[in-house]
């Protein structure tokens, strides 16, 4: 076994804590991979308070995963020593039902091998990125483009895909005026992808404060849904609207801003059941549809779209003794706008840490 080195939640809800774990020994078709860096996703903090339920501990959280080749298995012929990889939601999946087949794994009908929180198809439990090494089949391993950096890449692999793909799934391009609520880690590529793909892209955000931020990252429009003005105002605007939202609010009144025929696509996994009115819907055939992350192809086409664009996340770099702090802020809608572990941190010892000395004073 590989023995590892990160930080996990030994029970629900618990502060994170360092931690030494065990992967497996590489397998012929495998890739070791130096972590370099981590997302910190919602989802991490989600599933470390169990949430959703059914979360396994201990848990070492992270899908979103940038780092370099350090070994591989002798079949591989994807990747070679040194190469720059990232992983993502998932790392594997059954290849024989009719959603892999079709290359839609992360629909796969016996579910996919999750990163964390998860069990391998021979019933080990799977530890994530918040870790200084992992053990990854060739097959779900992405090529990172060089003129990528790997810190801004990591997030990437989760809020990058999980934006991309309901983006392309409903062709969204010039002509069309798509709505982002949240601009959060998922929102604010959600918006950088929109606008590279041409679209006229309005933010709508809880609070006014990040009306500046949203006009760099692209946005042609931004407005605060605190202000009631703002859904009299955009009643009937828009076509697509991609709600990132992680907490409860109020979707009759989203889906009213919605066009004729629009659709709203759910992204966001609040932790209660979302209540919707009927007539929302009914009057202006409106729908409402969801998505989740995306296959294996389409992570490396995202990549590769944003490697030619030149188009990465905006991240604030935290060591691993913050993942706390880091998460409180996550909570908070505090965090410009994600927040990615250095694992170089890892081998610090003894001495504070850069963001607990400023939350010191
Ligand atoms: P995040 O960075 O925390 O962003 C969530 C955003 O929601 C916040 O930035 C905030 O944006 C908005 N928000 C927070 N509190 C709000 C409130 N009280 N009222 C209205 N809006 C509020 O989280 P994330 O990492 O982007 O993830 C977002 C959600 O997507 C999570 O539930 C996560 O589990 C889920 N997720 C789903 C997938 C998938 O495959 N479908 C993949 C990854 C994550 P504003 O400040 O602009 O309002
Ligand atoms: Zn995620
Ligand atoms: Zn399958």
Do not use: H, Y
């Given at each position: 076994m590989l023995k590892t080195q990160g930080y996990a939640?030994?029970?629900?809800k618990a502060p994170l804590e360092s931690y030494s774990s065990e992967r497996r020994e590489?397998?012929?078709n495998d890739v070791v991979i130096d972590i370099k860096y981590c997302g910190i996703c919602h989802s991490d903090i989600h599933q470390a308070r169990d949430e959703w339920g059914g979360s396994i501990f201990p848990m070492v959280p992270g899908h979103e995963i940038t780092g370099t080749v350090v070994n591989i298995g002798?079949?591989?012929?994807k990747y070679q020593i040194g190469d720059q990889v990232g992983v993502g939601v998932?790392?594997?999946?059954?290849?024989?039902c009719e959603q892999c087949k079709n290359g839609l794994e992360q629909y796969c009908e016996q579910g996919f091998v999750p990163t964390y929180n998860g069990r391998d198809y021979e019933g080990n439990p799977t530890m994530g990125g918040y870790s200084d090494k992992t053990v990854v089949n060739e097959d779900c391993v992405l090529r990172i483009p060089n003129n990528l950096a790997l810190d801004a890449a990591a997030p990437l692999l989760c809020a990058g895909i999980t934006l991309y793909s309901p983006l392309k799934h409903w062709h969204v391009g010039p002509g069309l005026k798509v709505a982002i609520v949240g601009l959060g880690g998922l929102g604010h590529i959600g918006v950088k992808l929109a606008h590279a793909m041409g679209a006229e892209v309005t933010v709508l955000s809880h609070?006014?404060?990040?009306q500046d931020d949203a006009k760099r990252l692209g946005a042609d429009h931004f407005y605060a849904?605190?202000?009631?003005e703002t859904f009299k105002t955009l009643r009937?605007?828009?076509d697509l609207m991609y709600n990132t939202v992680s907490t409860d609010i109020d979707w009759d009144q989203y889906v009213e801003?919605?066009?004729?025929?629009g659709t709203m696509i759910v992204v966001g996994l609040p932790e209660n059941k979302v209540p919707i009115g009927a007539s929302p819907l009914v009057n202006g055939r409106r729908s409402i549809a969801g998505s989740m992350v995306g296959s294996i192809a389409e992570i490396q086409e995202m990549l590769d779209f944003c490697g030619e664009h030149g188009l990465a996340c905006d991240v604030e770099m935290v060591d691993i003794q913050d993942v706390n702090a880091a998460y409180e802020r996550v909570l908070r809608s505090d965090v410009k706008y994600r927040f990615v572990i250095d694992?170089?941190?890892?081998?610090?010892?003894?001495s504070q840490s850069a963001m607990q000395q400023v939350n010191a004073t």
């Open positions: 939640a030994l029970i629900s590489p397998r012929e002798n079949k591989v012929t998932f790392v594997d999946a059954c290849r024989t609070s006014s404060k990040k849904t605190s202000d009631p009937r605007k828009f801003l919605l066009k004729i025929d694992m170089a941190s890892l081998k610090k010892t003894g």
